[in-house]
């Protein structure tokens, strides 16, 4: 493919000589530093870029993604959804990660107009804006949806990619009768975002996630997610549990090095997770701990101040089986968080072992 020659951002098509120019400015936030930053190295002669891991499932790792594999996810996510020259995407994530760097490149690409904000905005201006594709983290769409008032405001966003982490079932249901298209990622930094798509509003509402065009998947020995794409030689392995519909569907039942095996059963801590959302306000985990009959038993784990548990316990037993019931509810001030804002699991566990 012929190399891109520019960016249309904020309605301004900037060349590869003016990008760096931007950079020396010394009144740049730290989320713009960040986007002149990748476009300076997306623009520059390297078959690279450097692209930074989550860290969900150990330390933040920075890799080298070849720029070939991002324009092909670009490629994919621009037919997927039908998006034509011109059309208006939202930059609201910052590009220090994958899903920023990527909503760059597909305006790159496709050669669209790229709108950017700063990621901690209100979304007052989605008042006024229509944008024909963006992509949120739960967190922002869930402060969005605060204000009864401002629910139509996500609705201005033609295709809205939720990604980043888990969709609670209260945040599904508020959306699933909305007139836009609103669907839920599954991808990662070395796929170059997302590989496949789970509808979560309108008609086509479904648990399980659909395969971009191209891309196949199936499981491994221990029933874990392995993705195939033409643009990598061998097949990517992941440490998520899924159930597969056919090789190009599947759902996601957790993740194999969060699996708690309490009495010689396997428990899914996201399983149980799921069950227990509606109960709970504030922000909590399934976790374990030692004990000398089961080897692991399963116990909730919530942040926050302590307070009388009985009711909760109450609510829990009608929601669960005996079986998947915290034989425990312990409490933590603060859960470990990577930078992308989700829960440090072995160092949840690490801490209630040592009574912190």
């Known amino acids: 493919m012929e190399k891109e020659q520019f960016i249309q951002l904020n309605g301004e098509r900037l060349y590869p000589e003016q990008i760096e120019g931007r950079l020396i400015k010394p009144v740049l936030t730290e989320w713009e530093a960040e986007l002149f930053s990748f476009l300076n190295e997306w623009f520059s002669d390297s078959d690279f870029i450097l692209a930074q891991t989550s860290g969900s499932t150990g330390e933040p790792k920075t890799i080298e993604l070849p720029k070939s594999i991002m324009r092909k996810s670009a490629e994919r996510t621009i037919e997927y959804f039908n998006l034509q020259k011109t059309d208006k995407l939202l930059l609201s994530l910052p590009c220090r990660y994958i899903a920023g760097k990527m909503m760059v490149v597909r305006a790159i690409v496709g050669q ?9 905005t209100d979304f007052r201006f989605l008042e006024n804006e229509v944008f024909d594709f963006g992509a949120l983290v739960p967190n922002q769409v869930s402060k969005i949806l605060e204000q009864p008032s401002e629910v139509h405001k996500l609705q201005n966003i033609r295709n809205l990619l939720i990604g ?13 009768s909305f007139n836009s298209r609103i669907v839920s990622t599954y991808g990662m930094t070395e796929t170059a975002s997302h590989i496949a798509i789970r509808e979560l509003s309108g008609p086509a509402k479904s648990d399980f996630y659909h395969c971009l065009p191209g891309i196949t998947v199936s499981l491994q020995e221990n029933g874990c997610l392995q993705i195939h794409s033409p643009e990598i030689s061998d097949a990517l392995k992941t440490n998520d ?5 056919s090789s190009t569907s599947f759902r996601i ?7 708690i095996i309490s009495g010689g059963v396997k428990y899914s801590p996201e399983a149980i997770e799921k069950k227990l959302e509606k109960l709970i306000q504030q922000p909590f985990a399934i976790s374990s701990v030692a004990d000398n009959k089961l080897g692991e038993k399963i116990v909730l784990v919530i942040e926050g101040n302590p307070f009388e548990t009985s009711l909760l316990q109450e609510k829990i037993n009608l929601v669960l089986p005996a079986f998947e019931r915290p034989k425990a509810i ?8 990577t930078q992308s ?6 160092e949840i566990r690490e801490m209630i072992r040592l009574g912190h």
């Open 164 to 176: 980043g982490s888990a969709v609670s079932a209260e945040l599904e249901k508020q959306i699933e």
């Open 241 to 245: 549990l899924a159930e597969l519909q």
């Open 330 to 337: 312990l409490f933590l001030s603060k859960f470990p968080l």
């Open 253 to 259: 039942l957790g993740r194999a090095d969060s699996v």
């Open 341 to 346: 804002g989700k829960i440090k699991r072995a």
């Open 112 to 120: 669209m107009n790229l709108v950017t904000v700063d990621p901690s």
